[in-house]
């Protein structure tokens, strides 16, 4: 199984900050990584694609990069409803692994 | 639009079986997989397994194998998630989501997501 890995598991951010949440996999996944969003009681809902693709209707303060094993979530200006849980997940083989979980919380 | 909505709760005592539902609406149904995907309390999230609404096709996580039946009824276009000898650790909240390509294999539509609860 491939294992992904997020840091950090946690971080306090304020309103404006540029928040950067990377992801690593414990083998190549070529481009098949996948970014969530999810919120207290709610279902995770889908930010980035295919490790760049931003999914329509996300606002593009959302970004995705890198490749192979390491990628890398930025939101570039904090808002206040991106307080959340983040998740990374790779969709390149089965069993489709996500990482642990990324908490943004206010400072 | 695209909905996809989940049968309600659900209290189960072990060794038990759940069966959750998913209902497809607003695009063709057969035409992309869905998956499961699970959340235990405070923790992170699990897939389960995939089902191919067109051939009823299924593909599980090796941890669940032998314990999950995922079946569809393209009449309703319903799919279905079935564990059997129910455990205190599957209390969770079970999600249905769709898998928009073949080619990206991202979730882009979840279901608003089943609680079962396992308790003697």
């Known amino acids: 199984d491939i294992q992904m890995t997020q840091s950090p598991s946690s971080l306090s951010a304020s309103v404006g900050d540029r928040v950067t949440i990377t992801c690593r996999a414990s083998?190549?996944?070529?481009?098949?990584l996948n970014w969530y969003q999810q919120k207290p009681g709610k279902a995770p809902n889908l930010l980035i694609y295919a490790a760049s693709s931003l999914q329509s209707g996300v606002p593009s303060r959302f970004s995705g990069s890198g490749s192979g094993t390491d990628f890398t979530l930025t939101i570039s200006s904090l808002q206040p409803e991106d307080f959340a849980t983040y998740y990374c997940?790779?969709?390149?083989?089965?069993?489709?692994?996500f990482g642990q979980g990324t908490k943004v919380e206010i400072k | 639009q695209v909905q996809l909505v989940q049968s309600g709760a659900e209290v189960k005592k072990p060794g038990a079986s759940v069966k959750v539902s998913c209902k497809a609406s607003?695009?063709?149904?057969?035409?992309?997989?869905l998956h499961w995907v699970r959340q235990a309390p405070g923790q992170g999230l699990e897939w389960m397994g995939w089902i191919n609404p067109n051939t009823g096709t299924t593909n599980d996580a090796q941890k669940f194998q032998g314990r999950v039946t995922m079946t569809r009824d393209t009449s309703i276009t319903t799919v279905y998630m079935e564990l059997n000898r129910l455990r205190s650790d599957d209390t969770a909240v079970y999600y249905c989501a769709r898998m928009a390509t073949v080619t990206t294999k991202h979730f882009d539509y979840w279901g608003q997501g089943t609680l079962v609860t396992v308790s003697s």
């Open positions: 083998q190549s996944i070529s481009s098949n």
């Open positions: 607003g695009y063709t149904f057969t035409g992309f997989y």
């Open positions: 997940q790779q969709s390149s083989s089965t069993p489709r692994t």
